[in-house]
């Protein structure tokens, strides 16, 4: 059974690394928020593994505050984007429209975000 | 409880506990390989939390034979609850101001059906010539 343990611990640290990585590459501030919330629910995993390997329900608690606290952040990343898009759109729009529709938008939100 | 039964939860519950560690490295790996970002909130999403909730079924298999008491299962029933129900809407606020911000990719769409909504609510504009995404 130890062996299934560290497996387990194993692929939790293999999540989080890969997610870490995303973190790194980027490339929109969206998607670094999406891999923090991703980490966040593995750092849920490994703790409720630790629970789990010891029988010790004392850490259940940092659970429940752990996902409340990525979903929060999650949201107001989400928010700050849009508001700070908003702002800028305004600004664009009172220098004549800058920003082509479509695939260019795309192109043009990925690299300035980058 | 008996040994054997003792014996038998351990089991199930390492067991769910590694699927659900392998479901949260098929998370990371989505992560990793997925072009644009609504593919990969879609791998944030749900494998993510199936992982999770494994993970959260064994604790609670491991935890019963040893301490009897509503408050530990009625974390972990909380904190499943919450993710089920904070994961949905932190992913579908998320996707909304990427699509508003033309932060997703229009070629790996299949159908864009936001798009037409946002078009016959400005008066018929089709989708590629309307300014921006601020409807």
Request: proline share 4%; charged share 15%; aromatic share 4%.
């Amino acid at each position: 059974m130890t062996v299934l343990w560290i497996a387990i611990a194993v692929l939790l640290g293999l999540a989080a690394l890969l997610s870490t990585a995303r973190l790194m590459l980027g490339p929109s501030i969206l998607d670094r928020a999406l891999s923090v919330d991703v980490l966040v629910a593995s750092a849920l995993t490994g703790i409720g593994a630790y629970a789990a390997v010891n029988r010790d329900p004392s850490v259940l608690p940092i659970l429940l505050v752990l996902s409340l606290i990525g979903f929060v952040s999650s949201v107001s990343v989400s928010k700050f984007v849009a508001r700070r898009h908003l702002g800028e759109h305004l600004r664009g729009s009172a220098a004549g429209g800058r920003e082509g529709p479509g695939g260019a938008a795309g192109a043009d939100g990925r690299g300035r975000n980058a | 409880m008996s040994e054997q039964l003792v014996a038998v939860l351990d089991w199930i519950a390492v067991l769910c506990l590694l699927v659900g560690a392998a479901l949260s490295l098929v998370a990371g790996v989505g992560l990793v390989r997925f072009p644009d970002l609504l593919s990969r909130m879609h791998t944030a999403a749900k494998p993510q939390v199936l992982g999770l909730l494994l993970v959260l079924v064994g604790i609670g298999l491991r935890i019963a034979p040893q301490e009897t008491g509503v408050f530990n299962t009625g974390t972990l029933v909380l904190v499943g609850l919450f993710q089920v129900l904070t994961v949905p809407v932190a992913g579908h606020i998320a996707s909304r101001v990427a699509y508003r911000t033309g932060r997703i990719r229009d070629d790996l769409l299949v159908s864009d059906e936001l798009a037409e909504r946002i078009a016959e609510r400005r008066g018929g504009a089709p989708p590629g010539e309307s300014g921006d995404r601020q409807a």
